[in-house]
T-cell receptor, first 114, second 114 residues
Framework: AQSVAQPEDQVNVAEGNPLTVKCTYSVSGNPYLFWYVQYPNRGLQFLLK??????LVKGSYGFEAEFNKSQTSFHLKKPSALVSDSALYFCAVSLSGGYNKLIFGAGTRLAVHP | DAGITQSPRHKVTETGTPVTLRCHQT?????MYWYRQDPGHGLRLIHYSYGVKDTDKGEVSDGYSVSRSKTEDFLLTLESATSSQTSVYFCAISESDRSQETQYFGPGTRLLVL
């Protein structure tokens, strides 16, 4: 069965420092991987996705993510965190060749401190 | 929020009462989804639709029904609400059912069942 793990419930980082939000996945085929962000009382906003090709994917708001097939990971990164990046982040996976069925991780809350 | 509205945005109801949540899109996308968001679980798929009058069950469909009589509207009904259905409900849309297609989310409905 497909699954996504976000091992950290919360990540704390100082403004201006680099941030990483971790995601690992377990699927039986080739994965498509997504990151979404949720600000308070808002819906999920799409940040970026990995389909194929370059393992480093660039997305919205200066975020990027690196696909690592051998470690089955898709960590979200940003070189310099902003206080406004504080939000709930979700990693999701769907399976190539299947229908558009997203399996979500439990979410990681990012807190960026001034 | 990608041309997606949900109504109501907040609702308090009592156990045993029927509840209908509405999702309306202006993107003319064929595929629509209902998810629920609960702490520690991320988002889980309840039902989805691949066209007018075409729907199917997701991961957590027990206690829920859906209907889609028009492309733009996707209704989620709790026939007899229970406290375990207290959650935040999100509607999503996508242009195709290819597994690499991005899903876009509405603002959510917060439901409290007393």
């Amino acid at each position: 069965a497909q699954s996504v793990a976000q091992p950290e419930d919360q990540v704390n980082v100082a403004e201006g420092n680099p941030l990483t939000v971790k995601c690992t996945y377990s699927v039986s085929g080739n994965p498509y991987l997504f990151w979404y962000v949720q600000y308070p009382n808002r819906g999920l906003q799409f940040l970026l996705k990995y389909i194929t090709g370059d393992n480093l994917v660039k997305g919205s708001y200066g975020f990027e993510a690196e696909f690592n097939k051998s470690q089955t990971s898709f960590h979200l990164k940003k070189p310099s965190a902003l206080v406004s990046d504080s939000a709930l982040y979700f990693c999701a996976v769907s399976l190539s060749g299947g229908y558009n069925k997203l399996i979500f991780g439990a979410g990681t809350r990012l807190a960026v401190h001034p | 929020d990608a041309g997606i509205t949900q109504s109501p945005r907040h609702k308090v109801t009592e156990t045993g009462t029927p509840v209908t949540l509405r999702c309306h899109q202006t993107e003319n996308h064929r595929y629509m989804y209902w998810y629920r968001q609960d702490p520690g679980h991320g988002l889980r798929l309840i039902h989805y639709s691949y066209g007018v009058k075409d729907t199917d069950k997701g991961e957590v469909s027990d206690g829920y029904s859906v209907s889609r009589s028009k492309t733009e509207d996707f209704l989620l009904t709790l026939e007899s609400a229970t406290s375990s259905q207290t959650s935040v409900y999100f509607c999503a849309i996508s242009e195709s059912d290819r597994s690499q297609e991005t899903q876009y989310f509405g603002p959510g409905t917060r439901l409290l069942v007393l």
